[in-house]
């Protein structure tokens, strides 16, 4: 898996230069010494006595080898292959029940996602649930094989990616008419550096229903207002809404956004092996009761992409 970057292979010439200058004042007179062990080199490094980032020179690495860098991939989806059913009704005791739902995992994707909306026909009661989950694990690694010391290579890395979750929920006011759910993500990935991101546990969640001692409409879960809510590289809000009538329907939603920050990158020249890991949990879990000819419905979404490019 070698990534690399023709603009900031001219800015690390420079010091690859001047390894390998020092390379050969260590070995005999007119014959360069072998790479060292673990050589790296950062992007941003200044030659000796400079300032700044180094500059442009002759690509003039030191003697290395026999043999070549290999790149192999370890990876577990859950389910292996996507999900989906759509546009499926369901009949419950005289009720109604229109769903959806969706499971599916890539390299560095996970989404879950269901929706489904409920109806009472003559006065009569029924439940339902539904819930998606998926869960994908992905392990990079650059090893060299071969003799001698590994060679040096630019090797450019950047952690990518972020995360969505939305939920929305509306019930009927009418007694015997409720619905709850909950859309959930966690994930990470990690390389050399800074060249990681991860997100814990993040969850929104919400309850309504239909008080008929109150005969009132209520809303209780984390859907709260707007507050900063981040993780180690990442950035995001969480953020609601909600709508209640005496009659009709209320509605309630919430939705939280996260990204990676820009500055999770690892760039040097460098003949060390690497390992990337990625990984990412989403679930989307709803249930609902109708009754007394009133309804019901549940939209949840959680989408985690995690990467190191």
Wanted: include cysteine.
């Amino acid at each position: 898996m070698n990534r690399y970057s023709l603009a900031v292979a001219g800015a690390v010439a420079g010091a690859i230069g001047a390894g390998a200058t020092q390379a050969r004042a260590s070995g005999d007179a007119g014959t360069p010494a072998p790479c060292p062990w673990n050589m790296e080199i950062p992007c941003d490094a200044a030659p000796d006595g400079g300032e700044g980032p180094i500059t442009p020179g002759v690509l003039d690495p030191c003697p290395c080898g026999p043999g070549a860098w290999v790149s192999t991939r370890t990876l577990q989806l859950t389910p292996r292959t996507p999900q989906s059913v759509t546009d499926s009704t369901l009949p419950v005791n005289l009720t109604t029940w229109i769903w959806s739902r969706t499971a599916r995992a890539e390299p560095s994707h996970a989404e879950a996602s269901i929706d489904f909306s409920g109806k009472s026909h003559f006065w009569a009661s029924g439940s339902f649930t539904r819930r998606a989950s998926v869960s994908q694990s992905t392990v990079d690694r650059e090893t060299w094989e071969g003799g001698g010391v590994p060679c040096p290579r630019l090797v450019s890395l950047a952690a990518t990616g972020g995360a969505a979750l939305e939920l929305s929920i509306t019930c009927a006011a009418v007694p015997g008419c409720s619905a709850s759910g909950s859309v959930t993500i966690a994930g990470s990935c990690s390389s050399l550096g800074d060249a990681s991101a991860h997100l814990v546990d993040k969850t929104v969640r919400g309850d309504v229903g239909y008080s008929a001692h109150e005969r009132t409409l209520q809303l209780s879960g984390r859907f709260g207002t707007s507050t900063d809510d981040d993780g180690i590289g990442i950035e995001g809000k969480i953020s609601s809404e909600t709508s209640w009538k005496l009659t009709g329907s209320g509605s309630a939603s919430g939705s939280a956004a996260y990204t990676v920050l820009p500055d999770r990158t690892y760039c040097a020249f460098t003949n060390r092996g690497y390992v990337v890991r990625s990984n990412g949990n989403a679930s989307a879990v709803g249930g609902g009761t109708v009754s007394g000819n009133g309804t019901v419905a549940l939209s949840g979404l959680a989408i985690v992409q995690l990467g190191v490019m």
